[in-house]
Each structure stands twice: as structure tokens, then as C-alpha cells.
């Protein structure tokens, strides 16, 4: 692990914090290149990208907290704001995002489902990318395990599975995909509605390997999310395509 990339004096650059950047960064790239080929101006996906990364940050830290450890930020609030060294909820993240992507579209009057799509790419890479930032902070790690390739993590007892090494293969797997398939959506909205549906997926799988909090059972909060989300999703894209089936039926009347 090396959750500390530099240290001059009192300044410390994180990497977890880098890969942040890094993430965002690329992403960024990524929407521009999406915008021109969905006719959205530069100047807009600037603009989205911006409300973006409010809505997601404030929510994926707040969540992160009120679900992991609110004793310790209610006795030092001012550590929230320290998002540098770690410590985001991607369902937050998620929740903040959809929040401030309806915001945008309402004021840019730029559908969401078209918003949604365009950076959903971008969302897709920029996690896998954020997954190597868990790992150099030693975050999200797995339980113990003595499979060969188990890792030791500071401060914690036995070699565990490295569940974001996991994810970020898994991760670049659904970009790969999605990116293949951005030119085939059906309606605004659909390659996020297909991304919700593939991430829940690869996040219950790895929640299997990873230490995370019960729900009830074995079942973790993120896997009960993920399940939600894999319902709800499906549903939508099944009346859309529903929707879509009986206007075409009725114009070949």
C-alpha cells in the first residue's frame, strides 16, 4: 500500500486523492469527445461536469459517513471535508449525480436520458480508475483469505482478498462494453440504464469477497442497493422497449 504518494513539509498528495483527479480528469476528456458526437456543446458538458462533481461528492461523502462511520465525523466534523484521504460511497456518489444531472438538464433544457448517456462512459472508466486509488490507500478491502495472490493491508490482521483489484478489472470490462455499444441505445438514457444494471451486478459479486457491513445475513447494504437497482433498472428498460413495440406496431398499421 502507499496512501501517501508525496509528503513535502506539511503538504501531502495522497493517492488516493491523484487517482481522484485522474479519474475526473479522463473522464472530462471522454464527455467532450461524447458531446460532439451527440451535438452538445463543450461549454455544457463543462458545465454538467461541474454539477456533477458537487452532487456526487457531496452525496457519496455524506452517505459514506452516515453509513460507515458517523460516530467518528460527529466528534471531528471538520474531517469530512477531507476527501483526499478517502472515504466516498459510489451509491452517494450515484445519488448525487442523478440529482444534480436532472438540475443541469432542467436548466439546460438538454433531456437527462441524453445527459445520463453521455457520461455514462466517463462514469464507467473513471471508477475502474478510482479502484486503484482504494488500493494504494488500502481501502475497501476483502476478508481474510490464503489464496496466493492475498494481500496484507496496514493495520489489519491476515492477508485479505484485494476486492479493488477485483473491481477494476471487472470495472474496465462493463466500459469495454459499453463502449461498444454506445452507438446501439434505443432511447435516451438506455446505456446508463444497461451500466446500473452491469455495475449492480459486478458489485454484488465482489461484495461476496469483500468486508463489508451486513444488511441481514450474508447480504451486504451495497448488495441490497445493487439488487434494487438491477430491478428497478430492468423494469424501466423493459417499459420503454414495450412503449417502443406498440408505436412501431401501430405505425405499420
Known amino acids: 500500500m502507499k496512501p501517501i504518494l508525496i509528503k513535502i513539509g506539511p503538504a501531502t498528495i495522497y493517492s488516493w486523492g491523484v487517482m481522484f483527479v485522474l479519474a475526473f480528469a479522463i473522464g472530462f476528456v471522454i464527455a467532450i469527445r461524447e458531446g460532439k458526437r451527440k451535438n ?14 458537487v452532487g456526487g461528492l457531496v452525496f457519496a461523502r455524506l452517505i459514506f459517513a452516515i453509513f460507515n462511520a458517523p460516530l467518528f465525523y460527529l466528534n471531528d466534523p471538520w474531517r469530512i471535508f477531507m476527501i483526499w484521504e478517502g472515504g466516498l460511497a459510489f451509491h452517494g456518489a450515484l445519488l448525487g449525480g442523478i440529482l444534480a444531472g436532472y438540475l443541469f438538464s432542467r436548466v439546460s433544457k438538454i433531456p437527462l436520458g441524453k445527459l445520463a448517456d453521455l457520461v455514462t462512459p466517463s462514469l464507467a472508466l473513471g471508477l475502474a480508475i478510482g479502484r486503484i486509488g482504494c488500493f494504494l490507500g488500502g481501502h475497501c478491502e476483502g476478508v481474510a483469505t490464503n489464496l496466493p495472490w492475498a494481500v496484507n493491508f496496514p493495520g489489519l490482521v491476515g492477508r485479505r482478498h484485494p476486492t479493488q483489484l477485483y473491481e477494476l478489472v471487472l470495472d474496465l ?5 459499453l463502449w461498444a455499444r454506445r452507438d446501439k441505445i434505443k432511447f435516451d438514457g438506455h446505456l446508463f440504464l444497461v ?14 469477497f469483500r468486508d463489508s457491513q451486513a444488511l441481514f445475513g450474508p447480504v451486504t447494504y451495497a448488495q441490497g442497493i445493487s439488487a434494487l437497482i438491477i430491478v428497478g433498472a430492468s423494469l424501466i428498460i423493459r417499459r420503454h422497449t414495450k412503449v417502443s413495440a406498440q408505436v412501431s406496431s401501430q405505425a405499420s398499421h
Open 173 to 177: 470490462g462493463v466500459f469495454i462494453f
Open 40 to 53: 452538445i456543446p463543450q461549454e455544457e458538458v463543462t458545465n454538467l461536469a461541474l454539477y456533477l462533481l
Open 195 to 208: 451500466y446500473l444494471i452491469l455495475y449492480s451486478f459486478v458489485r454484488m459479486f465482489v461484495e461476496i
